[in-house]
């Protein structure tokens, strides 16, 4: 390794004490002597502890859409301060906030705030079944909705070869109550003939249909027009809700997210991450017969619910988000690193290519794009995993499990462009030298 970790790893030992595993979520943890520290983040850079300085396509899982520290907000979120927090009452600012999300987003027709994509998608999923009176739901195979009971399923992929029925359902932590088992169905992604059979067989049971059209948990493994619009009149003809997970696509891919990019419109969806460019503040939304179950008997809440500085940065980063070109700037500039890493790689006769969008797009080494999660085991991930840490060796931040794209904000401009595709190609060469003859076949057979 290049870089010098010696105050990351003495740090990791220090909080490791006090703190189960040394970090506050179990997703920061990257091992024992590679978990990083941040000391701080201005635009596209983040520096760590020992000093390194990192170009970063991670932004902290996707919140920072105009960069770290952006100024403009950062200002607003100042006058949020002077507010006074919380009060246990509502504020003017909500409407003037909620009134830009349901411009900005046609299906948003009522919108409550919570804090995090895990309370937005816990309270969708009950507004879904409140207006159904339906209690299971369906996640699609490969997708992550947050740290809460009735998602934390997944279908275990890696134990499983094709020609083997499904993949067995498994619990995606322990604690989770085995009994909640029953309430949660699986559907692969662009399949509408096997989401037809499911709702055929249990759409009486079934309140909602949970999908993130672009897997942003997922190497952003995207559904195809068809499929989402096939979806949608599956969800239609069998009174099911479809809830559209947007916590990372939302206010990203395009300024009504997604459902924009796609040309069509959720039940319900939930906004999260880029809606405060970093400042906890996540919402739910959807059609108002199904939003104004909250006044028959759906309980949505929270002290923290819309903090004053949270709500501040979010009508500051909407404003910026919806007057200014910088999605599209966005959008291109990830498009302009793909082309660049497409280059480096076809030189080398390396088979490769991009799932999702240029905003958040993912990497895959092999000749297509995956169209569900059961494709993604013909990548060839082993190649991903080892070029990614000399990545970080070379000041690029992209995270070092494949199945999370590369996010882009609006403060990656050319010097960062360049110094990655510097680092990328340097990358790519040593982690050929590294895996071998063998591999090398492999990684371009
Ligand atoms: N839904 C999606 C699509 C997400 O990507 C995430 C977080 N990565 C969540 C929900 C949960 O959001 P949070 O971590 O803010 O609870």
């Known amino acids: 390794m290049l870089r010098s970790l010696q105050r990351s790893n003495a740090q990791f030992r220090k909080a490791s004490t006090v703190l189960p595993m040394g970090v506050s979520s179990n997703f920061r943890y ?16 983040l520096w760590d502890i020992d000093g390194n300085e990192y170009i970063d396509y991670r932004l902290g899982y996707g919140p920072n859409i105009l960069g770290y520290a952006d100024p403009r907000v950062d200002t607003a979120a100042r006058q949020g301060i002077e507010v006074g927090g919380v009060f246990g009452l509502s504020t003017e600012r909500e409407y003037e906030v909620a009134r830009r999300i349901s411009d900005m987003v046609p299906a948003a027709e009522m919108v409550r705030f919570s804090n995090s994509g895990t309370e937005a998608v816990m309270a969708a999923l009950r507004l879904a079944k409140a207006f159904t009176g339906k209690d299971s739901h369906v996640i699609v195979e490969g997708g992550y909705h947050g ?5 934390l399923w997944y279908r275990n992929i890696e134990d499983w070869q094709p020609g083997m029925g499904d993949p067995a359902i498994e619990a ?9 088992r029953k309430l949660t169905h699986f559907t692969p992604l662009n399949d509408a003939n096997y989401l037809e059979d499911l709702f055929r067989k249990h759409g009486n049971d079934i309140g909602a249909f949970l999908i993130e059209p672009i897997m942003g948990n997922c190497c952003s493994i995207s559904a195809t027009r068809e499929y989402i619009h096939d979806a949608r009149a599956l969800c239609e003809k069998h009174d099911i809700i479809m809830i559209v997970d947007e916590v990372k696509t939302g206010f990203r891919v395009a300024r009504g997210g997604v459902q924009e990019l796609l040309g069509f419109k959720a039940d319900l969806c939930t906004f999260a991450k880029a809606m405060g460019n970093g400042y906890p503040i996540s919402a739910v939304a959807g059609r108002r017969d199904i939003m104004m179950q909250v006044s028959h008997g759906v309980t949505h809440g929270g002290t923290y619910t819309c903090h004053s500085v949270s709500l501040a940065a979010a009508e500051k980063t909407l404003e910026i988000l919806d ?7 966005i959008r291109q500039y990830g498009d302009e690193m793909n082309a660049g ?4 790689l076809k030189a080398r006769n390396i088979p490769h290519c991009f799932a999702g969008h240029g905003s958040m ?22 190649f991903y995993d080892t070029m990614a840490p000399r990545l970080h060796d070379y000041g690029v931040l992209c995270e070092p499990d494949s199945r999370e ?8 401009d050319g010097a960062c462009l360049q110094q990655t595709l510097k ?9 050929l030298q590294e895996l071998g003859g063998s591999r090398v076949e492999q990684a371009v057979g």
Do not use: K
């Open 341 to 344: 890493m497409s280059r480096i």
């Open 323 to 329: 007057q200014t070109p910088v999605l599209a700037n």
């Open 147 to 151: 740290v809460f009971d009735a998602v």
């Open 172 to 180: 995606d932590s322990a604690g989770v109550p085995q009994m909640l």
């Open 405 to 412: 794209p590369w996010f882009v904000c609006g403060a990656h």
């Open 30 to 45: 990257w091992g024992d002597d590679m978990t990083l520290y941040a000391h701080h983040g201005r635009g596209a850079r």
């Open 361 to 382: 797009s993912g990497l895959f080494f092999s000749n297509s794009v995956p169209t569900n999660y059961r494709d993604w085991l013909n990548s060839d991930y082993t």
């Open 423 to 431: 680092a990328f190609e340097r990358a790519v060469d040593e982690t």
